[in-house]
């Protein structure tokens, strides 16, 4: 299949996402009078951040062909360091937070180390970081939720007033990240190598691009991201909860793969996982407000995945 | 150019090649010439020491024994990225293009223009106009009919994928071209397209090391030929007057290199 | 994971179990749903405790999550097979845990549930629980009598479709505020034109959050809520302080834990229904040790107890406060 399109156009596969969010938009639209507010979609908006960035940092590593399944349990761990550090050991707050990041973003050396120096596949390395992630969240923390949280760690769970809704802090960090994240894998030439490996790796190093450097900075950065949604998971409910985050490591790669990037790498728009993770919170919040059992959230949520990942092959099947 | 008073200057030269992979010789004394402005076919039986040859000459192995000298002076690449540093531009078998990202991304992979500005230098962002600007111009300057800089190469031919590639490293390179297998897996309308780029970028100036299997390709666009076996240069052949089936039988040893007539050879 | 565990746990045993053998020493196992929730981490520690004082061995494991069979089925066969003459368990699922327990029980195991039935009942030999439907119908009572003939609008945050305990606090809840609900054998939710939202909480302190938010969307003026367990509570609670609302609504739940009482002193839980599963576990070891050294087995239904806790006490429910509620807590204090 040719496409010569504009660039600035997304690509067919993100396309479809925007259409099918739409739709699920104006079907709720019809179906609940209390679904078409700005008040609603903050609300949403706020539901999907922790999930939001999360898949940023999977975005990232899927488009390197490869997949991340301990993200949601590094997201745990960060969010227990930093809580447990400002609560427990009196840390200052900023220095706890900073503490979370780097936490994550170490898990996130980590795997990136095994995957490029012993060339471990990614499913198997955060299979097993996965494992050894949650089993540190439940050591460190005692299993105990941690409460009395510092006002700077819940700070991205305050909103502010705009008109008649509350907008929310986290959500704008969240928005303003995607941003950050579509321009620079656009426009700057760490974003556009990210892009060259996941499409084909051998080439790009035959060019002489350091491939396993970038490879490494795609998973420190992902490790980065999960950190920061650890601190909005913590400010968005206020404690620092050792069973968070165990089902986003799924969903955040539902959104990845909702808003259209290929599994197989090189292929993608990061705004699409953004995309993603808004489809599966409309789904979710119009279903509540219809009444409807949340079986058929789960149900819909399958169906959409088989859907997007059929499109992502159809419309690279003249080209693979 | 084989005007006898008027030898050009050897661009590249190798003399007593040695490479040992365990138990097996792979180079066996081997030498090689390169002058400007010329195409250089490598042919050879599996086996022959072709692959080793090139590989020490685009630095993607380092030789035991022997000299390898670029313009006169004595080189050793530690890697492809050393020879790329001098001016060697290596293409592939297996094409190295990234088939989703679009054709002047292609041609600067890994050299990406970044803008100017200190905030766009320390972000590294990349100049797209002046890459799409500079695309175009190249391939006009080797006659390559691609329309649009700025499709993805997936939705271009085998033959026109094989000319970016080809583009790409006459673009950038200094001093030689390497071309391993340009023409194998295409059709002969393609392999035509790519023969034909191939003669411009040796009339742009560039020598061109052309690894082939195909006679009738070689025989088309090399200047010289040389003949690779058992791990040393068997001989040094002119494709004027030397006939298609005499090199073959050279190439596999049916003939041996004494019994070459000395017209077939080349100086 | 938890197969694996279990394979390494095997050798483990069995040589914990010889060395028990040789000093005659009661075995006596404990399978919880998870090692996660605190509650189970309780249990443990006062199966722990009690076994210690009675000189017996307890071999612990869990399934990896609130539902996994196998993970359970792999530890009674390891337990089984390293000497384990008692084992306590708190099925994932009551069902499909039965042929395992009845394989092991022909091999002269004696099984006793720990806070929620197998199904059927008899399955094992004795059930040392605490009523889920009858915690329910206390909160329910003490809903009904706190709303004091004001119109209800009811959100319900429940645990996820299926799951028995949610099924039994949820419709108890029902039946003591006075509605028409199932009874406890049911697995099924009951509803009532009064429960203007439900949602699935998974007793997850962020999806009840995210729960009540799109509740309160649909409904804002939400009055009631019932909560599946306590941290599902204070994700409802999050979400109403967030709407400006925690001060007009009442929140309900069960479990009992140190954090809960907490909230339920802080006033954000109006009541909760306070489980043991300390006392549970400790009459497990008990029950055992006994087995072990007279070979009588226990039987038949022992209710451990439920209290409800609440630092405002209505007329006509029996409760107890805060103070005692943190003194027979369970989890961290």
Redesign the interface.
Known sequence: M???KP?WLPPVATLGPLIALLLAVIFFATQSDRFLSVQNFSLILQQVMVVGLIAIGQTLIILTAGIDLACGAVMALGGIVMTKLAVDSGMNAYLAIVCGLLVCMAFGLVNGLLVTRIRLPSFIVTLGTLNIAFAFTQLYSGAQTITGLPPAMTFFGNTFRLGNAEINYGSLLMLALYLFMWW?LR????G?HV??VG??P???R????ATDRVLLGVYVTAGLFYGIASLLSVARTGVGDPNAGQTENLSAITAVVLGGTSLFG??GMILGSLLGALIVGVFRNGLTLMGVASVYQVLITGILVILAVTTDQLSHKG?H | MDTPNQTPALVMEARGLVKRYGQVTALDGSDFELRAGEIMAVIGDNGAGKSSLIKALSGATIPDEGEIRLDGKVIHFKS??DA?REGIETV?Q?????????IA?NLF????I?KTGWLSQL????D?KQMLEQSIARMNELKVGIR?M???V??LSGGQRQCVAVARSAAFARHVVILDEPTAALGVKEGNMVLELIRRVRDKGLPVILISHNMPHVFEVADRIHVARLGKRAALLNPKKISMSDTVAVMTGAMSPQDIPAECLAH | MQTKTAKFMLPALALAASTAFAAGQPIIGLITKTDTNPYFVKMKEGATAEAAKLGAKLLTAAGRIDGDNAGQVTAIENMVAAGAKTILITPSDAKAIVPSIKKAEAQGVMFIALDSPTEPMNAVNALFATNNYHAGELIGEYAKAAMAGKPAKIAMMDLFPGNPVGAQRHNGFMKGFGMKAAGPESNELSTNPAIVCSADSYGDQAKGQTGMENCLQKDPDINLVYTINEPAAAGAYQALKAAGKEKGVLIVSIDGGCHGVENVKAGVIAATSQQYPLKMAAMGVEAGVNYAKTGKKVAGYTDTGVNLITDKPLPGVSSKDTQYGMDMCWGNK
């Open positions: 040719s496409i010569t660039s620079g426009e700057t030439q760490p556009r892009y060259a499409n084909n051998e080439a790009t035959l060019t002489g691009i090189g292929r080209a | 492809p990225i790329r592939y297996d094409l190295a293009v990234a088939p989703a990202m679009t991304e992979m890994g050299r990406e970044i972000l590294r962002v990349v797209k649009s700025t499709q993805a997936e939705t």
